[in-house]
């Protein structure tokens, strides 16, 4: 039976058969892709725009575009911030490295120093919703308002998507784009790996130094730091 429809069949209805076909697969996986990214914006989650999973870029490549909901509800779109520097900062409350640059003032010195100057400062939270230490949206937006915390808007991504595929790996984790959309810096905020609040005093803020010398025109002269902190809880 299936033999003899197939032989009855013209090459040319064959043919528009055939692209047809092809153009309801093409329209269905249009629609599934606007359906995901809906889906993931309504959940207060996070959608990386055109790349690969995992695939953690480095100093000199493009950053990868993804939407995310911050702390408000209100929608963020990393391409939307083009033209501008834009600077990433992982970060986690329960983290005592964290604590350290937030109770200090450090951080909000350093976010509003950048955001002064016109940079967008996103502060992103990937910790699963599983984890002890984990904060609702509302408890996180309270506590960066109890350390007088400058950035631009703090991003939900408990489901760790952006995370992963920026390769950030502890809190704080800084990474900072330039108006191109390429990663100028990736690696820690200064360069004295500790917990001690008393070391940011002698400590080099790579921070600002790399704002400094992109501002100015120059080529980071430190553009990849090692980064230290607490390891982030990744949702498994």
């Not at 993804?66 to 501008?84: I, N, Q, R, W, Y």
């Not at 940011?200 to 980071?220: D, H, W």
Request: hydrophobic fraction near 45%; proline fraction near 5%; include cysteine.
């Amino acid at each position: 039976m299936e033999l003899k429809l197939a032989m009855s069949l013209s090459p040319t209805s064959d043919s528009r058969s055939l692209r047809a076909a092809r153009h309801a697969r093409a329209a269905l996986s249009r629609a599934s892709r606007r359906a995901v990214v809906a889906a993931a914006v309504a959940l207060g989650g996070a959608f990386l725009m055109g790349t690969n999973a995992f695939a953690a870029p480095a100093v000199g490549q493009q950053a990868p575009d993804f939407v995310a909901v911050d702390t408000t509800g209100a929608k963020h779109k990393l391409s939307d911030f083009a033209g501008k520097f834009v600077v990433l900062e992982w970060t986690n409350p329960g983290c005592p490295f964290v604590r350290k640059h937030y109770g200090s003032g450090n951080m909000p010195a350093t976010q509003k120093a950048a955001t002064d100057k016109g940079v967008v400062w996103l502060a992103i939270n990937s910790t699963e919703r599983a984890a002890s230490d984990y904060l609702k949206a509302d408890a996180l937006d309270a506590w960066m308002k109890s350390q007088s915390a400058a950035p631009t808007a703090v991003l939900m991504d408990e489901d760790g998507v952006i995370g992963q595929v920026y390769g950030a790996r502890t809190t704080p984790h800084i990474f900072i784009i330039d108006p191109k959309g390429v990663l100028v810096y990736a690696g820690g905020i200064d360069s004295i790996a500790s917990a001690r609040a008393d070391d940011i005093k002698t400590a080099t803020n790579y921070v600002n130094q790399a704002l400094g010398e992109a501002f100015g025109g120059k080529p980071v002269s430190a553009a990849t730091t090692r980064p230290y902190g607490c390891s982030i809880k990744y949702k498994t």
